[in-house]
């Protein structure tokens, strides 16, 4: 089994005092444990400075990662930020596709294509989410609706590009709402993306590539997860809120590792 990868996506929440303290708090907890696992920190970008001076330190327990970017390079692209200026803070890893972003702000599988393609020009490492929403389970489309997000999002890449991506699974109806998907549902749509991998670049680049779980991950649930033998670790919202809670998802990325 690979070390396992823990990424805290705060979202929109936490003040500068709050943010400040979690990143602290966090660092300090980690500091001594000499763990394998690692850890990506996403916040706000307006508190991305406090993070990136933590990050560039050498006893840094984490990565600084991005929550979003904008597809577009430098120009007239009012209240955005590029993969550009993130890779000038020394910000190592962005989130792109969250279902959230797709719901909201209308990012779809072409845009996400395209901020996948800037971010890697710029040596910035896309943490690509996919998932789908609770009527595509209940249909029993769920496979093909994460085979056209992942295949229109990233099988255009040359596999140079393709292994220096992070796929994160997220059921959509499981992301904030305490509903976790099961281990083996999980599991399985993990060995699915996996297969889609593959095919496509073939068996060293589908074992290589990261497929993150994400949706209600909490430090009760993390084991069963991460016991699961396509699930290399966690795309952590809520729980990435409480330094002790994200520690704790962290620490059994341990457990599972040690045990395998
Ligand atoms: P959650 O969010 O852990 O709060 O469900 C996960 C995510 O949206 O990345």
Not at 187 to 204: C, P, S, V
Not at 241 to 254: C, P, Q, T
Request: hydrophobic letters at 40%.
């Amino acid at each position: 089994m690979k070390p396992k990868l823990v990424v805290g996506n705060w979202k929109m929440n936490k003040s500068f005092d709050d943010a400040q303290d979690l990143i602290l708090d966090i660092q300090n907890a980690l500091k001594d444990k000499r763990l394998q696992t690692e850890v990506i920190l996403c916040p706000p970008l307006v508190y991305m400075e406090l993070l990136t001076d933590i990050a560039e330190e050498e006893d840094s327990q984490f990565y600084a990662g991005a929550q979003n970017c904008s597809e577009h390079g430098a120009g007239a692209y009012t209240g955005e930020v590029s993969a550009e200026m993130l890779a000038s803070m020394g910000v190592e890893f962005c989130i792109v596709g969250h279902s959230e972003r797709r719901k909201y702000f209308g990012e779809d599988n072409t845009i996400v294509a395209q901020k996948v393609k800037i971010l890697l020009d710029n040596d910035v490492v896309p943490i690509v989410c996919c998932g789908e929403l609770l009527e595509e389970r209940q249909q029993g489309i769920h496979a093909q609706v994460v085979e056209k997000q992942i295949s229109e999002a990233l099988f255009g890449l040359k596999p140079s590009d393709f292994e220096r991506v992070i796929i994160a699974y997220e059921p959509v109806w499981a992301i904030g709402t305490g509903e976790t998907a099961t281990p083996a549902q999980a599991q399985e749509m993990h060995a699915f993306i996996r297969g889609l991998i593959e095919k496509k670049y073939g068996t060293e680049m589908a074992y290589n590539t990261y497929i993150l779980y994400g949706g209600s991950c909490n430090p009760k649930n993390a084991v069963d997860l991460f016991m699961q033998s396509d699930v290399d670790g966690g795309l952590i919202g809520g729980a990435s809120l409480k330094a002790n809670d994200f520690v704790a998802i962290i620490e059994a990325g341990e457990t599972v590792i040690k045990d395998n």
